[in-house]
Protein backbone atom coordinates (compact mmCIF):
# COMPACT_ATOMS: atom_id res chain seq x y z
CA UNK A 1 0.00 0.00 0.00
CA UNK A 2 1.02 3.20 -0.67
CA UNK A 3 2.15 5.88 2.53
CA UNK A 4 3.38 9.31 2.71
CA UNK A 5 5.62 10.73 4.80
CA UNK A 6 6.26 14.58 5.93
CA UNK A 7 8.83 15.56 8.49
CA UNK A 8 9.16 17.48 11.01
CA UNK A 9 5.46 17.67 12.30
CA UNK A 10 6.66 20.90 13.82
CA UNK A 11 8.72 23.21 13.26
CA UNK A 12 9.92 27.00 15.22
CA UNK A 13 12.01 29.13 13.32
CA UNK A 14 12.95 32.46 13.59
CA UNK A 15 12.37 34.98 10.95
CA UNK A 16 14.65 35.48 8.34
CA UNK A 17 16.04 31.76 8.68
CA UNK A 18 15.90 29.24 5.66
CA UNK A 19 13.45 26.08 5.16
CA UNK A 20 13.38 22.70 4.01
CA UNK A 21 10.51 20.36 4.54
CA UNK A 22 10.83 17.06 3.06
CA UNK A 23 8.05 14.62 1.93
CA UNK A 24 8.36 11.26 0.56
CA UNK A 25 6.01 8.49 -0.89
CA UNK A 26 6.63 5.13 -0.66
CA UNK A 27 4.46 2.03 -2.70
CA UNK A 28 3.49 4.16 -6.09
CA UNK A 29 5.54 5.50 -9.26
CA UNK A 30 5.29 8.50 -10.99
CA UNK A 31 3.00 10.40 -8.77
CA UNK A 32 1.87 13.65 -8.63
CA UNK A 33 2.81 15.69 -5.64
CA UNK A 34 1.65 18.52 -4.30
CA UNK A 35 2.05 20.84 -1.43
CA UNK A 36 -0.41 23.13 0.59
CA UNK A 37 -0.23 25.49 3.13
CA UNK A 38 -3.50 25.64 5.41
CA UNK A 39 -3.81 28.71 7.64
CA UNK A 40 -6.13 27.91 11.16
CA UNK A 41 -9.74 27.41 10.41
CA UNK A 42 -9.31 27.78 6.78
CA UNK A 43 -9.56 25.38 3.47
CA UNK A 44 -6.37 24.32 1.55
CA UNK A 45 -4.18 26.81 -0.17
CA UNK A 46 -2.59 24.96 -3.32
CA UNK A 47 1.56 26.63 -3.41
CA UNK A 48 2.96 24.06 -5.92
CA UNK A 49 2.57 20.57 -7.72
CA UNK A 50 4.92 18.50 -9.71
CA UNK A 51 3.86 16.11 -12.28
CA UNK A 52 7.34 14.57 -12.72
CA UNK A 53 10.99 14.52 -11.73
CA UNK A 54 12.22 18.20 -11.95
CA UNK A 55 8.61 19.82 -13.17
CA UNK A 56 7.82 22.16 -10.98
CA UNK A 57 4.03 24.40 -10.78
CA UNK A 58 3.66 27.85 -8.68
CA UNK A 59 0.53 28.66 -7.71
CA UNK A 60 1.13 31.59 -5.80
CA UNK A 61 4.06 34.03 -6.05
CA UNK A 62 5.59 34.07 -2.57
CA UNK A 63 9.24 33.51 -0.94
CA UNK A 64 8.79 29.80 -1.13
CA UNK A 65 9.89 27.34 -3.75
CA UNK A 66 9.96 23.58 -4.25
CA UNK A 67 12.08 21.12 -5.41
CA UNK A 68 11.69 16.97 -6.79
CA UNK A 69 14.41 15.73 -7.36
CA UNK A 70 13.56 12.52 -7.06
CA UNK A 71 10.38 10.44 -8.34
CA UNK A 72 8.98 10.36 -4.63
CA UNK A 73 10.37 13.22 -3.13
CA UNK A 74 8.92 16.81 -2.97
CA UNK A 75 10.85 19.46 -0.78
CA UNK A 76 9.63 22.89 -0.28
CA UNK A 77 12.23 25.37 0.65
CA UNK A 78 12.44 28.71 1.55
CA UNK A 79 15.97 30.92 1.41
CA UNK A 80 14.36 33.61 4.62
CA UNK A 81 11.34 33.06 6.18
CA UNK A 82 8.71 35.92 7.00
CA UNK A 83 6.32 35.59 9.69
CA UNK A 84 3.46 35.36 7.09
CA UNK A 85 5.05 32.02 6.06
CA UNK A 86 3.33 30.45 9.70
CA UNK A 87 1.04 27.82 8.82
CA UNK A 88 0.19 24.10 8.59
CA UNK A 89 2.16 22.93 5.62
CA UNK A 90 0.65 19.92 3.76
CA UNK A 91 1.99 17.18 1.36
CA UNK A 92 0.00 15.17 -1.06
CA UNK A 93 0.05 12.70 -3.67
CA UNK A 94 -2.20 11.26 -6.38
CA UNK A 95 -2.14 8.58 -8.92
CA UNK A 96 -2.31 10.53 -12.54
CA UNK A 97 -5.41 11.41 -13.69
CA UNK A 98 -7.87 12.80 -11.84
CA UNK A 99 -7.85 10.98 -8.48
CA UNK A 100 -8.47 11.72 -5.15
CA UNK A 101 -5.31 13.56 -3.26
CA UNK A 102 -3.60 11.79 -0.60
CA UNK A 103 -2.26 13.81 2.26
CA UNK A 104 0.35 13.43 4.89
CA UNK A 105 0.02 14.53 8.74
CA UNK A 106 1.63 18.03 8.01
CA UNK A 107 4.12 20.04 9.75
CA UNK A 108 3.23 22.96 11.41
CA UNK A 109 5.55 25.74 10.97
CA UNK A 110 5.65 28.63 13.39
CA UNK A 111 7.79 31.78 12.81
CA UNK A 112 8.94 33.67 15.73
CA UNK B 1 -13.74 33.97 -9.73
CA UNK B 2 -14.27 30.72 -9.15
CA UNK B 3 -14.74 29.63 -5.79
CA UNK B 4 -16.14 26.57 -3.60
CA UNK B 5 -17.85 27.56 -0.78
CA UNK B 6 -19.97 25.74 2.13
CA UNK B 7 -23.17 26.81 3.37
CA UNK B 8 -22.69 25.94 7.20
CA UNK B 9 -19.23 26.55 9.23
CA UNK B 10 -20.17 24.25 11.74
CA UNK B 11 -22.92 21.48 12.58
CA UNK B 12 -23.91 20.27 15.78
CA UNK B 13 -25.84 16.86 15.86
CA UNK B 14 -26.83 14.04 18.40
CA UNK B 15 -25.11 10.71 18.40
CA UNK B 16 -27.40 8.53 15.66
CA UNK B 17 -28.82 11.22 13.90
CA UNK B 18 -27.80 11.41 10.57
CA UNK B 19 -25.96 14.55 9.80
CA UNK B 20 -25.78 16.51 5.98
CA UNK B 21 -23.08 18.89 5.30
CA UNK B 22 -23.57 20.90 2.29
CA UNK B 23 -21.28 22.77 -0.42
CA UNK B 24 -21.75 24.86 -3.29
CA UNK B 25 -19.14 25.02 -6.27
CA UNK B 26 -19.70 27.69 -9.37
CA UNK B 27 -17.16 26.31 -11.91
CA UNK B 28 -19.39 24.27 -14.01
CA UNK B 29 -16.57 22.83 -15.79
CA UNK B 30 -15.44 20.78 -12.41
CA UNK B 31 -16.05 17.07 -13.37
CA UNK B 32 -14.23 15.65 -10.26
CA UNK B 33 -15.54 16.34 -6.49
CA UNK B 34 -14.37 15.11 -3.45
CA UNK B 35 -14.77 14.85 0.60
CA UNK B 36 -12.39 15.12 3.00
CA UNK B 37 -12.66 14.73 6.74
CA UNK B 38 -9.56 16.69 9.19
CA UNK B 39 -9.05 15.67 12.18
CA UNK B 40 -7.18 18.47 14.49
CA UNK B 41 -3.30 18.11 14.07
CA UNK B 42 -3.83 15.53 10.94
CA UNK B 43 -3.78 15.78 7.15
CA UNK B 44 -7.31 15.71 5.44
CA UNK B 45 -8.59 12.06 4.63
CA UNK B 46 -10.44 10.90 1.45
CA UNK B 47 -14.28 9.84 2.67
CA UNK B 48 -15.82 9.55 -0.71
CA UNK B 49 -15.49 10.97 -4.57
CA UNK B 50 -18.17 11.26 -7.15
CA UNK B 51 -17.12 12.39 -10.86
CA UNK B 52 -19.98 14.26 -12.70
CA UNK B 53 -21.56 11.60 -14.86
CA UNK B 54 -23.04 10.42 -11.30
CA UNK B 55 -25.88 12.24 -9.13
CA UNK B 56 -24.83 9.76 -5.68
CA UNK B 57 -22.31 7.25 -4.65
CA UNK B 58 -22.65 5.52 -1.62
CA UNK B 59 -19.72 4.39 0.78
CA UNK B 60 -20.14 3.09 4.49
CA UNK B 61 -22.48 4.94 6.31
CA UNK B 62 -21.78 7.96 4.03
CA UNK B 63 -23.35 9.31 1.08
CA UNK B 64 -22.24 11.91 -1.69
CA UNK B 65 -24.94 13.87 -4.06
CA UNK B 66 -24.38 15.70 -6.65
CA UNK B 67 -26.47 18.12 -8.06
CA UNK B 68 -25.48 19.79 -11.12
CA UNK B 69 -28.02 22.21 -12.27
CA UNK B 70 -27.63 24.27 -9.05
CA UNK B 71 -23.96 23.39 -8.64
CA UNK B 72 -24.41 21.83 -5.57
CA UNK B 73 -22.84 18.70 -3.57
CA UNK B 74 -24.06 17.42 -0.01
CA UNK B 75 -22.09 14.49 2.12
CA UNK B 76 -24.79 12.18 4.30
CA UNK B 77 -23.22 10.65 7.63
CA UNK B 78 -25.57 7.96 8.38
CA UNK B 79 -25.89 7.29 12.62
CA UNK B 80 -23.31 9.96 13.03
CA UNK B 81 -20.94 8.71 15.68
CA UNK B 82 -18.35 10.35 18.32
CA UNK B 83 -15.63 9.53 15.97
CA UNK B 84 -17.21 11.30 13.55
CA UNK B 85 -16.04 14.97 14.98
CA UNK B 86 -14.26 16.58 12.27
CA UNK B 87 -14.08 19.41 9.80
CA UNK B 88 -15.45 18.43 6.77
CA UNK B 89 -13.54 19.93 3.69
CA UNK B 90 -15.69 19.10 0.08
CA UNK B 91 -13.06 19.87 -2.97
CA UNK B 92 -13.72 20.17 -7.08
CA UNK B 93 -11.34 20.05 -9.87
CA UNK B 94 -11.40 19.49 -13.85
CA UNK B 95 -7.84 18.10 -14.04
CA UNK B 96 -6.57 17.37 -10.41
CA UNK B 97 -3.97 20.02 -10.13
CA UNK B 98 -6.12 22.91 -9.58
CA UNK B 99 -8.15 21.45 -6.62
CA UNK B 100 -10.21 23.63 -4.85
CA UNK B 101 -11.31 23.27 -1.17
CA UNK B 102 -13.95 25.17 0.75
CA UNK B 103 -13.26 26.42 4.37
CA UNK B 104 -14.76 23.85 5.77
CA UNK B 105 -17.70 22.55 8.15
CA UNK B 106 -16.56 21.70 11.87
CA UNK B 107 -19.29 18.60 12.44
CA UNK B 108 -19.63 17.93 16.30
CA UNK B 109 -21.33 15.13 17.78
CA UNK B 110 -22.56 15.34 20.65
CA UNK B 111 -23.51 11.96 23.33
Known amino acids: SQTIHQWPATLVQPVGSPLSLECTVEGTSNPNLYWYRQAAGRGLQLLFY??????ISSEVPQNLSASRPQDRQFILSSKKLLLSDSGFYLC???????????FGDGTRLSIL | GESVGLHLPTLSVQEGDNSIINCAYS??????FIWYKQESGKGPQFIID?????DKRQGQRVTVLLNKTVKHLSLQIAATQPGDSAVYFCAETTNNNDMRFGAGTRLTVKP
Open chain 1, 92 to 102: AWSPQGNQPQH
Open chain 2, 50 to 54: IRSNM
Open chain 1, 50 to 55: SVGIGQ
Open chain 2, 27 to 32: NSASDY
